[in-house]
């Protein structure tokens, strides 16, 4: 038997996937403002990127492009337009709805927070053996692409998400079973003698 140390078994929190990804979103958020600016948070940075990455993006878009859930991305834009660090135009394409870009003081705020967020970045990647890092970042990658699937999936109308019932095969009529087919055969016989014993009682008679 080995003299090794035995695995410790994962059980509990320890072993809860969904857990273990908040705490390490945990510690990347507070790299992040340890490392970044003070008045630009990380998820403010997103917003920036995203923004900065189209001219123009609806706060639908900005949903999908980020990751963050609509209600908090709606306070974020708010807050960020108070601060100057965007701007809100009528769409070109929609005139229901509104985009929003980076202002001037978006660029720098967004220029100035870059530096850091990389570094924020590689402090925690830092606690990952080098060896292992490329696939932690792949399996991220993996699960932001379920995660995009899921939401272009939610964004279906309704009548695209169900599902087409193929209508019933009718089966022709078949001839009469095998079984009906012998049970004809047999009365037919006795059908005949009938007829015969008929015949002789009125010759008798």
Not at 32 to 51: D, F
Not at 69 to 84: F, N, P, Y
């Amino acid at each position: 038997m080995s003299k090794g140390k035995a695995k410790p078994e994962l059980g509990g929190l320890d072993g809860s996937v969904t857990h273990l990804l908040h705490r390490a979103l945990q510690l990347a958020l507070d790299l992040h403002a340890e490392s970044g600016p003070a008045e630009i948070t990380q998820r403010q940075y997103t917003v920036l990127s995203a923004a900065a990455a189209a001219d123009g993006h609806t706060q639908n878009e900005l949903v999908r492009a980020t990751g963050i859930d609509r209600s908090t991305l709606a306070d974020l834009v708010a807050r960020m337009l108070a601060k100057g660090l965007l701007e809100r135009q009528r769409s070109a394409t929609d005139a229901r709805a509104n985009t929003v870009r980076l202002s001037e003081a978006g660029r720098l705020a967004l220029t100035a927070s870059a530096g850091p967020a990389a570094a924020a970045d590689q402090r925690l990647l830092s606690y990952l053996p080098t060896k292992k890092r490329e696939g932690f970042l792949k399996s991220l990658g993996m699960l932001a692409s379920a995660a995009d699937g899921a939401e272009e999936e939610d964004a279906k109308p309704a009548k695209d998400k169900v599902a087409k019932v193929k209508p019933a095969k009718v089966k022709p009529a078949k001839e009469k079973p095998a079984r009906e087919k012998t049970m004809a055969k047999i009365a037919k016989p006795e059908k005949k003698k009938k007829k015969k014993l008929k015949k002789l009682k009125e010759v008798a008679a």
